[in-house]
T-cell receptor, first 114, second 110 residues
Framework: GAVVSQHPSWVICKSGTSVKIECRSLDFQATTMFWYRQFPKQSLMLMATSNEGSKATYEQGVEKDKFLINHASLTLSTLTVTSAHPEDSSFYIC??????????FGPGTRLLVL | KQEVTQIPAALSVPEGENLVLNCSFTDSAIYNLQWFRQDPGKGLTSLLLIQSSQREQTSGRLNASLDKSSGRSTLYIAASQPGDSATYLCAPSGNTPLVFGKGTRLSVIA
């Protein structure tokens, strides 16, 4: 149990376009979902925390207007990278939890912006 | 704010060796601590989760210990194999989301 999926698993896009990444909890209801970003050879850095039905809480330095997060249901959160640029190329990983004690991670989405 | 340090940053060992990966964290008010494995270009695989009330957890050749009061955890890998080559991340969980260390990049040479 506690499976989290992400779609797409990888995406290549042109600079200036927007990209949407989905994160789904497949067999449980996630009250909270988290979005992380990982640059090559770096650790995972938390971008934002989202609770179902409310606005996401962004970490310092993360532009909320650039990284739009929607958590419309207890099983789905989306991250939209708006007007993507090459510096946004990264590995984006989501996680979902029923309580803050345990997070279940998705397989990640690799974004390459040309 | 929780800070996590993992030592060593990289480790290369011959196959068959037993090895220890270290993790230290600054805020001991945690619910649990998880160890993850990450293969290059892949997501996270959860290896072990230790509750704050526990001192260790074992899974196969892996043993993780937790000393919450001193802010330390170790991951012990017995009889290492080339398939163990990956980056190992520790992440304590408290009142905030998981905070990750930079990881230990392990290479086991056949």
């Amino acid at each position: 149990g506690a499976v989290v999926s992400q779609h797409p698993s990888w995406v290549i896009c042109k600079s200036g376009t927007s990209v949407k990444i989905e994160c789904r909890s497949l067999d449980f209801q996630a009250t909270t979902m988290f979005w992380y970003r990982q640059f090559p050879k770096q650790s995972l850095m938390l971008m934002a925390t989202s609770n179902e039905g409310s606005k996401a809480t962004y970490e310092q330095g993360v532009e909320k207007d650039k990284f739009l997060i929607n958590h419309a249901s207890l099983t789905l959160s989306t991250l939209t990278v708006t007007s993507a640029h090459p510096e946004d190329s990264s590995f984006y990983i989501c996680s979902a939890s029923r309580t803050l004690e345990t997070q279940y991670f998705g397989p990640g989405t690799r974004l390459l912006v040309l | 704010k929780q800070e996590v340090t993992q030592i060593p940053a990289a480790l290369s060992v011959p196959e068959g060796e037993n090895l220890v990966l270290n993790c230290s964290f600054t805020d001991s008010a945690i619910y649990n601590l998880q160890w993850f494995r990450q293969d290059p270009g892949k997501g996270l695989t959860s290896l072990l989760l230790i509750q704050s009330s526990q001192r260790e957890q074992t899974s196969g050749r892996l043993n993780a210990s937790l000393d919450k009061s001193s802010g330390r955890s170790t991951l012990y890998i017995a009889a290492s194999q080339p398939g163990d080559s990956a980056t190992y991340l520790c992440a304590p969980s408290g009142n905030t989301p998981l905070v990750f260390g930079k990881g230990t990049r392990l290479s086991v040479i056949a």
